[in-house]
């Protein structure tokens, strides 16, 4: 087979390309490979005409994902080619679809890139790959998955100068903040922050550790990967290969006279009862937990095996997060929904009646309307949502004896929770986000029920007749009256 030939076949394929016809294609190999050097600037590489279009082609996808502030990449082989999306404010577009023949280079550079071994195409790999980029170093973490077309390629972009830590930054909620900044200043104990992945929960923690930040407190963290970078703090990198894992890492901090500590994830057994020890002993402890909100953590802890009574005995606090896209403030909407919408989310056309509502300004890119700032996507950016379950007394007892989840979150609410589903709506009447993005990242059945309860304890007696109410009572009894 010709080199030549094929390069030219290449060449022409990606002239095609709208999004990379620009590239500089010459007659280079396109096996050629350059030193890799972590120091490397990507648009200087990228315009480097001794470069092979493989090379050029992958520099030019990182860039545009940069300069486009995507989350992730994602390198899809397809049938009919290769698929490129972009992760963007939580949600993924496509960019471009490349010539499948293109898929096996496209591959191999990356897991070059990220010191991978090119010849295992049979198993999951995992990496990592640094370059700079405009002044700032980047890092992307990359992960590979044998598919039936080939291999997918998926690279999680981590710029940690990029995000601005702090609670004040974070939290648009003032008693929010003022709980959480509270929970975080405790000398001792365990705070958990829970939530599906990419939902900001390392930024949460960071920012209560820039705040903890002091020359008189020794902060030490272990994570899988370190994200950000604080001065002050030790940070130490999870190496399974090497035994270096949470619970290891953990064990060594004990013996480093600390004061707080971060372990990233809490995934099995070991793990948190290190972790719960640590906190026993006179630490504060953060570190993070999957599960879907925060009443749900006690029930995976107790499937991890954690006993009850260590969890009561040692917890501060569980705050459950998620992010929802941000309305674009120069070109959003102003209606006003209709009842019907209004109660798929538990509200009262009639209370919200003064409250202003906005939607997405939707335009295709490049089209006349197109909005500059937000390229025509409605939504530019994203913001936390969150609900803080802070231990008292009564979910402390409930906790020990092994309270079901229900009734875990029934004395939460009594406690004056506010749920995630009641902190998005409250972020829709300031303007900031819509029905839709609250709908498509919050609303479940479990939610809107914990929220009408919530709006429901706020009032004891009917607003209609006067009527004394029952905590557990939705509406009036007596005149049917709905409890707000």
């Excluded at 939902?199 to 002091?214: M, V, W």
């Excluded at 459950?320 to 989310?345: G, I, M, N």
């Amino acid at each position: 087979m010709n080199p030549d030939s094929d390069t030219q076949a290449m060449a022409g394929s990606l002239g095609r390309s709208s999004l990379f016809g620009d590239l500089d294609l010459g007659q280079n190999s396109i096996g050629q490979q350059e030193p890799l050097n972590a120091g490397e600037d990507l648009e200087a590489s990228s315009h480097n005409s001794a470069l092979s279009p493989v090379l050029s082609l992958v520099d030019r996808i990182l860039i545009e994902a940069l300069s486009h502030s995507a989350s992730d990449i994602h390198i899809e082989p397809q049938e009919d080619g290769l698929l490129i999306r972009f992760r963007q404010d939580g949600v993924l577009r496509n960019v471009e679809k490349l010539p499948r023949t293109l898929t096996p280079a496209i591959t191999s550079r990356f897991k070059i890139m990220a010191d991978l071994d090119i010849a295992e195409r049979r198993l999951p790999q995992d990496g990592r790959i640094r370059r700079k980029f405009r002044g700032r170093t980047m890092d992307f973490r990359v992960s590979t998955l044998p598919s039936r077309h080939g291999e997918k390629v998926v690279l999680r972009l981590l710029d940690s100068g990029a995000t601005q830590l702090g609670l004040d930054l974070l939290i648009t909620d003032p008693g929010a903040r003022a709980l959480l900044r509270d929970l975080g200043s405790k000398p001792f104990g365990m705070i958990l922050v829970t939530g599906p992945t990419g939902s900001g929960k390392s930024t949460t923690l960071y920012a209560l550790l820039s705040e903890r930040n002091d020359p008189g407190i020794n902060i030490s963290t272990v994570e899988d990967p370190i994200e950000y970078t604080l001065r002050g703090i030790t940070q130490t990198q999870v190496n399974r290969e090497k035994g270096l894992d949470f619970s290891t890492a953990l064990r060594a901090f004990m013996r480093q006279d600390p004061d707080v500590l971060l372990v990233g994830e809490t995934r099995d057994l070991e793990t948190a009862r290190t972790a719960i020890e640590a906190a026993l002993t006179g630490h504060l402890l953060l570190t993070t937990l999957h599960c879907n909100d925060a009443a749900s953590a006690f029930a995976r802890l107790d499937e991890m095996g954690v006993e009850p009574f260590m969890v009561s005995a040692s917890l501060l606090g569980v705050i459950s997060q998620r992010l929802v896209r941000s309305l674009c403030d120069r070109c959003r909407t102003p209606y006003h929904p209709d009842s019907e919408e209004l109660a798929r989310f538990g509200l009262v056309a009639s209370d919200e009646s003064d409250i202003t509502f906005f939607r997405a300004t939707i335009v295709p890119a490049g089209t006349e309307g197109c909005c500059e700032h937000c390229q025509g996507r409605g939504y530019a950016g994203r913001v936390g949502v969150y609900e803080i379950l802070r231990m008292n007394e009564s979910l402390s007892s409930a906790v020990a004896k092994r309270a079901s989840t229900e009734e875990l979150r029934r004395l939460a609410l009594e406690g004056g929770m506010k749920t995630l589903l009641g902190y998005g709506l409250d972020l829709v009447r300031q303007g900031m986000t819509t029905l839709e993005e609250v709908e498509r990242m919050l609303l479940t059945d479990t939610g809107l029920e914990s929220e009408r309860r919530a709006r429901a304890l706020s009032t004891l007696s009917c607003s209609s007749c006067g009527a004394g109410l029952q905590d557990e009572w939705l509406e009036c009894p007596y005149c049917l009256e709905v409890r707000r």
